[in-house]
């Protein structure tokens, strides 16, 4: 639980040059009453090459691939031919990234953003005047 | 979907995800089962001269749901991925689901002569790690001339 380096920063992004290359997670995103979970598949990606950084309103989910591979070893059938992943979301001002709570299992990331309070719904009664 | 706008896609990575598509289905010779490119799990393939090795990159399994069976110098990977997304009735709602779930079965050929009472698999990070090592005999041998 909550092993990632969550990072959260008020600065300013600086207008990013354009990264390198990489694979692109796919996600799962579900959005309840309370707030947002997100899937996400980085396999081959140990806990410590896993970051998750929230930096402003965007989210950035990147990981690296790090497989035991024995010396020697010549490649002869590729499908994950690059070993970083990389995946930005831009979140909205509903959502609280101050209590985003993460999960890395087995390559797979589990994010919760909770909705902030006042921002969940509530039922409005209608008076009958 | 005003929801679907919370989370605008990378119109970039799109394109490039899109692009690695097309040149995958450019494949001339597929093999006989299928290319099975884009399947679940990817996989890699590799050999020294001691060994295959394969990774099957199958995140989300519990290992003892895995199924690896080796045949007649033919490798299966086989298994079942649940579901995470909420049942139909419940109050949520899927935005991405692009996750693969569902049971899967792919398969790999080994070359003649791997030894197939010695292999091992591990399960890591998500990734399973098959090593076939070759029969010592067929191992590359330096041969003298004189």
């Not at chain 1, 959260?8 to 990489?22: G, H, L, N």
């Not at chain 1, 992943?85 to 101050?98: A, C, H």
């Not at chain 2, 199924?67 to 086989?78: E, R, S, Y």
């Not at chain 2, 709602?93 to 002569?113: K, N, Q, S």
Request: hydrophobic letters at 40%; aromatic letters at 6%; proline letters at 8%.
């Amino acid at each position: 639980m909550s092993n990632v380096n969550a990072v959260r920063s008020q600065a300013p992004a600086e207008t990013p040059a354009r990264p390198a290359e990489a694979l692109l997670p796919p996600v799962d995103v579900v959005e309840d009453a309370a707030g947002i979970t997100l899937f996400a598949d980085l396999p081959g990606v140990s806990r410590e090459k896993l970051g998750v950084h929230i930096e402003g309103d965007t989210l950035t989910i990147e990981g690296e691939i790090s497989l035991s591979s024995p010396e020697g070893l010549e490649s002869t059938h590729t499908e994950v031919g690059l070993a970083v992943y990389r995946r930005v979301f831009t979140l909205s001002k509903e959502l609280d990234p101050e209590r985003i709570a993460a999960e890395f299992n087995q390559g797979v990331l589990k994010l919760r953003i909770p909705k902030v309070e006042h921002a969940q719904p509530r039922r409005i009664e209608i008076r009958v005047a | 979907m005003f929801y679907r706008s919370l989370f605008p896609r990378d119109v970039l990575a799109e394109l490039e995800r899109f692009q690695r598509g097309m040149q995958q289905s450019g494949d001339v010779s597929p093999s006989i089962r299928g290319t099975g490119r884009g399947g679940y799990p990817a996989m890699n393939v590799g050999s020294t001269p001691r060994s295959v090795e394969i990774y099957a990159f199958a995140p989300g399994l519990d290992p003892a749901s895995l199924d690896v069976q080796l045949d007649k110098g033919v490798l299966t990977i086989a298994g079942e991925r649940p579901s995470v997304l909420p049942p139909k009735d419940a109050p949520a709602t899927v935005h991405i689901d692009e996750r693969f779930y569902g049971r899967f079965r792919r398969v790999v050929t080994l070359p003649d002569d791997v030894d197939p009472n010695a292999v091992s698999a591990r399960y890591t990070d998500g990734v399973l790690h098959v090593s076939v090592p070759r029969r010592a005999a067929a191992q590359a041998r330096r041969i003298n001339v004189v």
